[in-house]
C-alpha cells in the first residue's frame, strides 16, 4: 500500500508563504487531498481534487492556497499564501486508494494518510 510524507512545514509570520510537499512511496493517486487539525479541534479538509479532477477548497482558504500535483515525482503540493494565525495546525496529506471520493474535503473519504507536518503562524 501507498506511504505518504509530508515536509515543508515551518513558523512563518503572518502573511508568509510555505509550500508543503507530499511524497508518495509509489505513484499519485487520483483521490488526494491536504488536511489539518488544529489543537482541540477536529481534523478538516484543507485542498482536494473532484471526480472531474477540478480542485476545491475550504472556504477559509480559498484565494490563498493552492494544491497541486506533479505525476513525474510522485509528489503532491499545497502552497500556502498569506498565512494567518488561524491556519497553526498539523497539516496531513491522504489518499484514496479505492473507489472514488464523494466530497473531497471530508476526512472519512480518505483511507491513507501521512504523518503529519506541523505549520505555525504566530501573532
Known amino acids: 500500500q501507498v506511504q505518504l510524507q509530508e515536509s515543508g512545514g515551518g513558523s512563518v509570520q503572518s502573511g508568509g508563504s510555505l509550500r508543503l510537499s507530499c511524497a508518495a512511496s509509489t505513484y499519485i493517486h487520483y483521490y488526494m487531498g491536504w488536511f489539518r487539525q488544529a489543537p482541540g479541534k477536529e481534523r478538516e479538509g484543507v485542498a482536494g481534487?473532484?471526480?472531474?479532477?477540478?480542485?476545491t477548497y475550504a472556504d477559509t482558504v480559498k484565494g490563498r492556497f493552492t494544491i497541486s500535483r506533479d505525476i513525474t515525482k510522485n509528489t503532491l503540493y499545497l502552497q500556502m499564501n498569506s498565512l494567518k494565525p488561524e491556519d497553526t495546525a498539523i497539516y496531513y496529506c491522504?489518499?484514496?486508494?479505492?473507489?472514488?471520493?464523494?466530497?473531497?474535503?471530508?476526512?472519512?473519504?480518505?483511507?491513507?494518510w501521512g504523518q503529519g507536518t506541523q505549520v505555525t503562524s504566530p501573532h
Open positions: 481534487f473532484d471526480r472531474y479532477g477540478s480542485t
Open positions: 491522504a489518499a484514496k486508494t479505492t473507489g472514488w471520493v464523494q466530497a473531497p474535503l471530508l476526512p472519512y473519504e480518505y483511507n491513507v
